[in-house]
């Protein structure tokens, strides 16, 4: 873990978060919201510094919050991939290489991952500290795979130009593109577009 012990104190939008959190267990469970408000740390930490993380000193927050014993904390805090316990660029590309990814290409993802942003390695922060990128377990959505996981948003159906274009336009400044398909492709519809109820009419007469 990060050696940060910058103080850390909930702001007020965390503080409306954590009540929401706590108040979803009975009496004496509190300790069950510890890993909402991990996830509500790191958005303010994103909110404050720009960057997605759970230092050290918020983690002993949450631990004093719920009462709990900080080591508990932190072992959730590192068990999980969703929580970021170094800083990270303003997008955390978690790049998924589990096997219905890697028979669909995530190699290609990841080297042009690599050659977007310059970084050689996962666990890498990009010289201008836009992009980290991540390697990370099955992120179920396989069917249309290979998966880009951008900060909370989904980019499926990618190719070595998709992303690309998709890492260009973050880098340019530009709005984010939509999340979802970079193929267009409607939910997980097949390649090919829909084949059966097509139409309304099509779906009564099935049912009936």
Known sequence: MSGQTEPFTFDDISET?????????????????????????????????????????????????????????????????????????????????????????S??????CKKATGIAQFGETSADGLFTMTEVECLGACVNAPILQINDDYYEDLDTARTEALLAALKSGAPAPPPGSTIGRHASAPLTGQTALRSPSQATQNAE
């Open 17 to 105: 978060a954590i009540a929401a959190a706590i108040a979803k267990y009975p009496a004496g469970k509190q300790a069950s919201a510890v890993m909402p408000l991990l996830h509500i740390a790191q958005r303010q930490m994103e909110r404050a510094a720009g960057s997605a993380w759970v230092p050290r000193a918020a983690m002993d927050a949450v631990a004093a919050r719920l009462g709990m014993a900080p080591v508990r904390v932190y072992e959730i805090a590192t068990f999980y991939l969703m929580y970021n316990t170094k800083p990270v660029g303003k997008f955390h590309l978690q790049v998924c290489t589990t096997t219905p990814c890697w028979l669909r290409g």
């Open 107 to 112: 190699d290609d993802i990841v080297a042009a």
